[in-house]
């Protein structure tokens, strides 16, 4: 496991700032490996990430927050330090299609997806066989009628027992109401089978069969109140003809949503993701 420092910023962009903290890096013996940074002029912010091997850092990174305060506030800085010999502690939702989670799952054995997942949640037992065969608890809390208030505190009660970072809905079937939103703010991660703005909502590729496009796609992104309105993160597509029928759609869909939620979570565990306004900037 790699022993390196993350620091993600955001802020109103002005002259000084990558020398201000580069300067601060270099005095504290901090070797650089990766740096890159973006610009918005429309909006007058700059974003950056820097990972720096932490073996030989000055100070404990426990401190950084009282050593960096200075910088920090000087440029009006909103920021986080990550680390990734801690990596995060996922908690996969899924209802009866099993292929996003069958896949994640494959990613995390074979080493792809640097993670913890410590359990599996779904609202209906047929993914169960997965989880078994991967070694995972699995825990079957179905969402009643009238009752998703009660169904969701169960749900938070177990992320919260399991120390949860970050939720991931693998095709899970259910809207979040905005009390579990704010429990995870930008930290869960939704595939949706469209190329959103296009064809929110349920069943997507049937009013795209039926609307006869030639193009269909798919969305990850994190999950607000608004739904499937969330910042995107990754998104893909494919060409369709008039030969395909539904199947061909549903099919060719299943492909590009493992690969979009993949990709998504993966920049999500390297910390490679910024949130600002309704966009993310995602880093190389």
Known sequence: ???????????????????????????????????????????????????????DFAFD??????????????????????????????????SKYDHCLVDLLYRHQSGELPCEIPLIVANHPDAEKWAAFYGIPFHVL?????????????????LKQHNIDLVILARYMQVVSPTFVAAYPHRIINVHHSFLPAFIGAKPYHRAFDRGVKLIGATSHYVTDDLDEGPIIE???????????????????RDMEKAVLSRAVRWHLDHRILVYGHKTVVFD
């Open 1 to 55: 496991m790699k022993n390196t420092a993350i620091l993600l910023i955001d802020c109103p962009d002005r002259k000084g700032l990558v020398a201000a903290i580069g300067e601060f890096l270099y005095k504290h013996n901090a070797n650089i490996l990766h740096a890159d940074q973006h610009q918005d002029p429309a909006n007058n912010v700059f974003l950056m990430r820097v990972e720096w091997d932490a073996t």
């Open 61 to 94: 990174l426990a401190d950084f927050p009282r050593e960096f305060e200075g910088i920090a506030s000087r440029y009006n800085m909103r920021w986080r330090l990550e680390r990734s010999d801690r990596p995060h502690r996922l908690a996969v939702f899924v």
């Open 142 to 158: 179905p969402i009643e009628p009238g009752k998703k208030a009660e169904g969701e505190a169960k749900q938070l009660a177990l």
């Open 235 to 253: 998104q893909d597509v494919v060409r369709v003809s008039h030969r395909d029928a539904l199947d061909d759609l549903l099919e060719k869909g």
